[in-house]
Structure formats: C-alpha cells, structure tokens
C-alpha cells in the first residue's frame, strides 16, 4: 500500500514536473509574449497587442505568468504622455496577478506555483512580468485572479490613507470621492468593514446609486450638492475625520469645510486643474487640518516593502473570504485594451476594470 502510494505521488509529481518543464522550455527557447505596447503617445487606439521578448529576470525577482491585470487611470495618463512612465518595465500596467513560474538566484520567500498579486512599476500588460519579490503577495482565499489584480494599487492607496497616515477605528468619519471609481469603491468598502461611518461622493446619479450598493452611509452627487453640508449636517457640525480626494481644485474648500478639528485631507490625484486656485486659510488653520499627498511611485524599496507588509496584515484579513468587497465593473482581453482604456476615458465604469491575457482571441494586431 506504502509503494503504490508512493509511486502515485511520484508519477504526479513527474507529471507536474514535466509539464512545468515544457512550459519553461518553450519559453526559454522562444523569448517571446505577447503584450499591449504603443508606438506613440495619444488616444486608447494607439494600443496594440503585439509578439515582445520576454522580460529580464533580476536576482531579486519573480517571473509572474499574467492571469490578470487591473486598469489605472495612471495607465491612461502615460498613454496620453502626460505623465512620466517609471520602472524598467516598459509595459502599461501597475499591478497584476497570477502564478510565480520563475525565480532570480536571491528570491526564496515564495515557492514556484504560488498565486501572487503584485505592485508592479509597469508591465502587467503582458503575458509575463518581472517583479521584485518583496512587491509581491499571497492572493487572500476565496478572491479570484481578477479579483487579485484589482487590489494592489487601491489597496496601497487605502492602506496609507487609513493606517499608515491615519489610524482610522469604529465610528470615525470618512469622506471618499471618487467613489464609485477603482480606488474609491474599495476604499469605502474597507472604510465600512473598519466601522467607519462613510460620505461617499460621485459625479451622477448612476454611480451614486452605486455608491449605495457599497453601502456607503450617505452617497452624494457632487455635481448637484454641496457636500460639505451633509457632512456638517450628519456630523452636528463635527466634520469628517479624514477626506480621500482624487478631485482637486473643485472642491477644496468644501474638503475643507468637512473636516473635523484634527482631520487629514489626503490627496491621491485631481481631476481636471493641476492647481488649487485658493485655499479658505480659516478653515485651514483654525481646525489643526493636516493636506498631504501620496504618490507611491516615489516610495523606496523599504517603504513600498513596508506598505505591502501592512496591506497583508491589515487589510488581507477584511477581504478573507469576502470576495464581493471587490467591485470589478468589466473584463476585457489584453487584445481589447483599447475598449477597457475607453471606458475608463468615458468615465462610465463603476468599480475596476481588469484585462486578461487571453492569447485564444484573434490578434488583428500582430506584426
Ligand atoms: N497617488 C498615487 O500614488 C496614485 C496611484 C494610483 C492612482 N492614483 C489616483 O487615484 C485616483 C483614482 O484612480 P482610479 O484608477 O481608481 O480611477 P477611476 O476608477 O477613474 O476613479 C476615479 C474617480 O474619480 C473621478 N475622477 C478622478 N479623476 C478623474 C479624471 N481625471 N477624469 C475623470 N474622472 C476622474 C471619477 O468619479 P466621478 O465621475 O464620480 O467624478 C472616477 O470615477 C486617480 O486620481 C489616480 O490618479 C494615485
């Protein structure tokens, strides 16, 4: 009984292992992926799916085969070329899921055939990507690789705002714009799972019926009310204890306005002016308010290292097994970038966007 067992173990194990070698062969001996690249900046039919060589492995990083990877406003920016790509990987793309097939010399943390989720300087728009282990995460039971691919970014984000920079508990007050947007719509899931009371702002009607289906406490159109009143109203007058901001100029006073004595105002991006033309310096200065931005991009390998440490110990566990706390609005192939950047650009989406590297789908593009 001990024999056949062991030779069960050991034919699987071959198997598993000659398949898994093939695969590694094939690569190896091909160099080649596919991925979304673009030739020239512009608008979202500027991408093209096209044959690429394989990226470089460094001593310090993982090969991750793609299953997923979630679409960025960011990604639409670089596009454009009005922001500036960072990272060796010359790929759209912040973050991704899928298997680890591959490890530089240095990296032992996790094992080949782990399912990962990973914060990537670029490159999830393709087949394989090369990350450095540390960036790396274990996918929290029962999410799917889409599911996975949608959360580094806006956990990062939501991880600084709540406990790095903040230390949000039970009953505390948030106001979250952009709600109904990828980053937004997990942080008011988070936000709620912490037994925050949430604001939860977006820019029409839809998405602010969206924003219910969070279960946001209050939704607001900020379009058609001023915010700042329902905060003062809800509060008796005490005021949000931290305000996440992606919008910007609009509605800096009104940010604030809404703030309680001692309250942060956190400023992720901005919509449309790259300026605040004023400032109420009352409502700054006599409320002990704190503004800071955050941009991940400049964070040094122990920072972001720290951060992905963080997201696992204090967020991983709220999204255990509680799949539907990950909003994700549409799929598309890697070879319907275009489409996915679309959508994004319309400002129609509500919740994540996620590509997948579906190689079975026709490649109009191909060289
Ligand atoms: N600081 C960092 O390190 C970092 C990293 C990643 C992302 N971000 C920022 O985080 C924010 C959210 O990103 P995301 O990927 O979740 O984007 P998203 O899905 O488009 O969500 C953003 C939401 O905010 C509003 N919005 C903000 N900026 C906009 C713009 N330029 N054009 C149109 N609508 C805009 C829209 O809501 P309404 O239609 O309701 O107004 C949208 O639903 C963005 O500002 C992004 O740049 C920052």
């Known amino acids: 009984m001990t024999w056949l067992l062991i030779l069960v173990m050991l034919m699987f194990d071959v198997s598993f292992m000659v398949s898994y070698n093939i695969n590694q062969f094939v690569c190896w001996f091909l160099q080649r992926m596919f991925a979304v690249v673009y030739d020239s900046c512009g608008g979202p039919k500027v991408l093209k799916w096209k044959v690429v060589e394989n990226p470089v492995l460094d001593f310090n990083e993982v090969l991750i085969k793609v299953e997923a990877c979630g679409v960025n406003r960011r990604d639409l920016w670089i596009r454009e070329g009005i922001y500036q790509h960072l990272g060796k990987n010359k790929y759209l793309g912040f973050e991704c899921s899928g298997t680890i097939v591959k490890r530089g010399a240095a990296a032992s943390k ?171 310096m009352k409502d700054l200065v006599s409320k002990d308010t704190t503004i800071m931005g955050i941009n991940i991009n400049t964070f040094n390998v122990v920072e972001k290292r720290n951060m992905l440490e963080g997201i696992q110990r204090d967020i991983w566990p709220l999204l255990k097994g509680n799949p539907h706390l990950v909003d994700i609005c549409a799929t598309y192939s890697f070879a319907q970038a275009t489409q996915a950047h679309t959508l994004m650009e319309k400002n129609l989406h509500r919740g994540k966007i996620v590509l997948l590297p579906r190689t079975d789908l026709p490649h109009t593009d191909l060289p």
């Open 110 to 280: 996790l094992p080949i055939g782990s399912k990962v989720c990973a914060l990537l300087n670029g490159g999830g728009y393709a087949e394989y990507v090369a990350v450095p282990e540390d960036y790396v995460m274990s996918i929290p039971s029962g999410l799917t690789f889409e599911q996975a691919a949608a959360i580094p970014c806006s956990a990062s984000l939501i991880w600084l705002s709540f406990f790095e920079r903040n230390n949000l508990i039970r009953d505390d007050k948030v106001l979250i714009h952009g709600a109904a947007g990828g980053v937004g719509s997990l942080a008011v899931r988070i936000a709620k799972s912490l037994g925050c009371v949430v604001f939860a702002t977006a820019g029409s009607e839809e998405k602010v019926d969206f924003c219910r289906t969070l279960d946001a406490d209050f939704a607001i159109n900020y379009k058609k009310q001023d915010f700042s009143e329902v905060v003062a109203r809800e509060t008796n007058g005490t005021g949000v204890n931290c305000v996440l901001d992606c919008l910007g100029d609009d509605v800096v006073d009104q940010n604030l306005k809404s703030l309680a004595v001692g309250g942060k105002l956190i400023c992720i991006g901005y919509k449309d002016h790259w300026k605040w033309s004023s400032v109420e």
